[in-house]
């Protein structure tokens, strides 16, 4: 290893495993000058440790291997690419939500594959609020490229009210100009579900300045079946 990268990374590793498992920083590095630094994992009894010291680097070695593998998994996480597909996936989330009104955001990378699904707020049987703070926050923790939003009607009529357009509105004024895309909202009553964008409304195009105030919302179809005799 000669560039100043490898050199770099190379003290990082060192560092960091010496931290991790007590091992000697000194020793680790004259170690690793005339050999390689992944014997100092794969063979630990070659720097002669501790019965704690191997203790901790058996850790290590399973954490690894555990991310390794999470991460070959990753790579093929699910990808929500036409509105047939999302909607489903909301159905499994929410059609037995029949007590309740839930509203849930997926976060998404570039290549539309979910980063993150996250129920952002539970409500009663026909109302709910929901924060927009708090759902910029997670789309910037996770640095994702567009959002799904998703909620139930608990009368189990998906039809959009206009508290629901409006809502999808006020959060694409947030999002669309941080370049983060708001590419549907769904709203799911039993095993059916209605998709804003295939149905053609007008509300994923920014219209107004960004408003972070919370979003209370009713589902009226709740309130008239309350009202039946």
Do not use: W
């Amino acid at each position: 290893m000669n560039s100043f990268s490898d050199q770099y990374l190379t003290e990082l590793f060192l560092n960091g495993l010496a931290g991790l498992t007590g091992l000697s920083y000194a020793q680790l590095k004259e170690y690793a000058e005339s050999n390689s630094i992944f014997n100092i994992v794969d063979y630990p009894d070659l720097v002669h440790p501790s019965p704690e010291q191997l203790a901790k680097i058996e850790l290590l070695k399973e954490l690894i291997k555990s991310y390794n593998v999470l991460r070959t998994i990753e790579d093929s996480r699910l990808e929500l690419s036409n509105s047939s597909v999302v909607g489903k996936y909301f159905v499994s989330f929410l059609e037995g939500k029949r007590d309740k009104e839930v509203f849930m955001v997926t976060f998404l990378d570039t290549k539309l594959k979910v980063i993150e699904t996250r129920v952002v707020s539970e409500g009663d049987i026909d109302s709910a609020a929901v924060y927009p703070k708090d759902i910029l926050k997670r789309a910037l923790d996770c640095r994702c490229s567009s959002i799904f939003l998703a909620h139930n009607h608990p009368s189990g009529d998906p039809t959009p009210s206009t508290e629901d357009i409006a809502i999808t509105q006020r959060l694409v004024n947030i999002f669309e100009p941080l370049g983060i895309g708001v590419k549907d909202h769904f709203i799911v009553g039993g095993m059916s579900y209605y998709s804003l964008r295939e149905q053609g409304a007008s509300c994923f195009n920014s219209k107004d300045i960004a408003n972070y105030e919370p979003i209370y919302y009713n589902d009226s179809l709740a309130d008239e079946l309350e009202l039946e005799p």
